[in-house]
């Protein structure tokens, strides 16, 4: 970086240059650095004038073949090492800033699976997991918002992919994965790495959906989309529904959000029925992986979620792994967040397992589409989040057997929603009485009704 200071004109920093870092250019006299534990400083070097600065970041554009003038306001680009740079100049800006400037200094390889479960991103069964399923070819989607820690996840999981399997990699503007391995000054690992080529005239643009088309001609092991922001979203579904293995990131938040963003992208390309797009999006990426940075600063990977495609088209979602905060307090300005990993779906099942004939549905009560009927239904939550208490009732009525027992636990503590770690779920209260007059309303005959200190307990009979 030495080189690119000395054409800045500011010096070199020592301290910034040993570090992973984004630089932002909020002026030419205001520089603010972010290190990679998330605190800010100001620099103490700055450009001589507006012009200067502009002068200056003209210069490093031209690295990448890129310009930025008054035709042209805004650019992106990217110097050696895994830098990456985006610039915007006055009309974009204010004509006494000059030019406003992100550089990022991108570091991946410095990060590998071990430090992820040192540093408390993950337990080392989660990155086992993961990495398994890149050996055995599911498809997954990392999805978080900016700086959230997912390129640096993708990077550390692919270095575990055996060194005979050919990954090939999409990246647009810089190249943030580092996978090549060296040994004794010859590459050992079999990588293709590519950069889309964007251009003034778009007849000669190479975009990432041109390069995800071509990556299915170098008979791939792994297709790596470094991030999914535009039509090559639907190309890297079709490919992985064809067969091949793809991995990506999205800025998106957890599951569902993940694969309605990714349906929106597809629309972009081919605006079939919106339901079709998701079902596809649910396909092609079973799994997500939602990466997000705490106001700590701290990164972890809040949730690991399974999709499954029902033989009527829905999606229903099942958490593998999540990370459930169980305090978040702020005290003499600096954050403090406590919380720990599980299984959520795992425990549930370890707890019903000692019964025969159980099954635990994970998906949406009024729509799921059940094959039995059943001699037993319990329920405490299912009812909360529904509005229509009458629909529900009727549901647990038609998936009984005669003489089948229905037993509802109503919380007496009900808030207005459900805090689920990741997102909150709006609450529908349970009144008792309404709740009976709705039973009696079915050929469901009430049998016991009794109180405990936490709940009211309704059992109910279906008449033969």
């Not at 998330?38 to 210069?59: L, M, T």
């Not at 106001?295 to 999540?322: A, Q, W």
């Not at 709006?426 to 016991?448: A, Q």
Request: hydrophobic share 40%.
């Amino acid at each position: 970086m030495g080189n690119y200071h000395a054409r800045c004109g500011v010096g070199e920093n020592s301290e910034i240059t040993s570090k992973n870092y984004l630089s932002l250019f909020n002026g030419w006299d205001d520089i603010a650095v972010t290190y990679t534990d998330g605190h800010i400083e100001k620099a103490k070097e700055h450009f001589y004038n507006p012009q200067h600065a502009v002068d200056v970041v003209k210069r490093l554009l031209h690295h990448s073949g890129m310009i930025i003038d008054n035709a042209t306001p805004m650019s992106q680009g990217h110097l050696p090492g895994n830098t990456r740079i985006t610039a915007l100049k006055e009309p974009l800006v204010d004509d006494d800033r000059g030019i406003s400037v992100s550089i990022r200094l991108l570091h991946p390889s410095r990060v590998d699976m071990k430090a992820l479960v040192k540093g408390g991103n993950a337990t080392q069964k989660m990155i086992d997991f993961l990495c398994m399923c890149l050996r055995y070819g599911v498809s997954f989607v990392v999805a978080g918002a900016t700086s959230s820690g997912k390129t640096t996840l993708l990077n550390a999981l692919l270095s575990s992919v055996p060194d005979n399997k050919r990954i090939f990699t999409i990246e647009s503007g810089s190249r943030e994965l580092s996978l090549v391995k060296v040994k004794d000054g010859k590459v050992v690992n079999n990588v293709v790495h590519t950069l889309s080529r964007p251009s003034d005239n778009p007849a000669y643009d190479i975009t990432q959906e041109d390069l995800v088309v071509a990556s299915l001609r170098f008979n791939p092991d792994i297709v790596v989309v470094g991030e999914m922001r535009d039509t090559e979203a639907y190309s890297a579904v079709e490919a992985s529904l064809t067969g091949h293995t793809v991995v990506s990131t999205i800025h998106a938040s957890a599951a569902v959000a993940a694969h309605m963003r990714l349906g929106l992208l597809c629309q972009k390309r081919f605006p079939i029925n919106f339901a079709t797009s998701l079902m596809q999006a649910g396909q092609a990426f079973p799994l997500v992986v939602y990466a997000h940075k705490l106001e700590d600063n701290s990164r972890k990977i809040m949730d690991i979620s399974e999709c499954v495609i029902t033989p009527s088209g829905e999606r229903e979602y099942h958490t593998l792994f999540r990370f459930r905060i169980t305090k978040n307090e702020l005290k003499r300005g600096k954050y403090k967040i406590d919380g720990y990993f599980e299984q959520p779906e795992i425990k549930a099942k370890e707890n019903l397992v000692q019964y025969s004939n159980v099954n635990l549905i994970c998906g949406n009560f009024l729509t799921h589409s059940f094959l039995d009927q059943f001699d037993v239904i319990y329920s405490s939550l299912t009812f909360m989040h529904i509005k229509e208490k009458q629909d529900a009732i009727d549901k647990v009525f038609m998936l009984l057997k005669d003489g089948g027992r229905f037993i509802l636990s109503i919380d007496k503590n009900q808030d207005e929603c459900i805090d689920m770690g990741l997102r909150k779920i709006k609450i529908f209260p349970d009144d008792p009485l309404l709740i009976e007059r709705n039973i009696s309303k079915c050929r469901l005959n009430i049998v016991e009704c009794f109180e405990t200190e936490l709940a009211y307990i309704h059992v109910a009979v279906k008449e033969v």
